[in-house]
């Protein structure tokens, strides 16, 4: 096995993720190719919160050559730039299915403060707009917020929300799904308001 540095620059795809709310991985374009670049847990925590598909990155690491001729890359170090039209990499961004979820805390304390009842709503809402086959529910280990359950992330915007009533079930999912399919939409002004309710207990999962 030969270790080498590398340094790349390309488009982020996608995050991909592992026990429920860790991004274990960037899916990275660079050259008409897509790689998968593991990140150290010291690296995730320094990601710049702005990262999200379709911005491009430069990215420093190690890459290893296995004995199977499979390469796996490592970050080091990875800062969100503006590409020039000559500097972008040929391949299209695309939002994958699995990518589009909304992961709720499945455990006990959260379950008790109506976590349950939160996947009901949620389903039920993206049952009402078709979105059951584009949008996964997942229930998740602890988002290490007990005390102010239930809590729930939606990917890929990595958007937390904690404290969620069942009744914000429906604007949440118009906020971030309302490109997904043409449904009768809320309203935006009701949107908006039940939103406002909820802002004080919304957070980037990397704030």
Known sequence: MSKSTFKLHGQLLAFVIRDGYKVKYLRVAVENKELWVKLPKKVRKALDPRLT?????????????????????????????????????????????????????????????????????????LSDRGLED?????????????????????MPDKTHYRQVEVHEAAAIVEEHFADQQPAVAQSRSDRAAVLNAASERLVNVNS
């Open 134 to 154: 584009h949008v996964q529910i997942k229930t998740t280990g602890c988002l290490k917020a007990c005390k102010k359950g239930p809590n729930m992330i939606v």
């Open 53 to 125: 598909p379709g911005c491009y990155l430069k990215i420093k690491g190690i890459q290893k050559l296995q004995k199977t001729g499979k390469t796996d890359f490592t970050a080091k170090s990875v800062k969100l730039v503006n590409a020039t039209p000559s500097e972008r990499p040929q391949a299209t961004p695309r939002r994958d299915k699995a990518q589009a979820r909304i992961l709720v805390c499945g455990k006990s304390a959260c379950r008790k403060r109506g976590g349950q009842q939160l996947c009901n709503a949620l389903e039920a809402k």
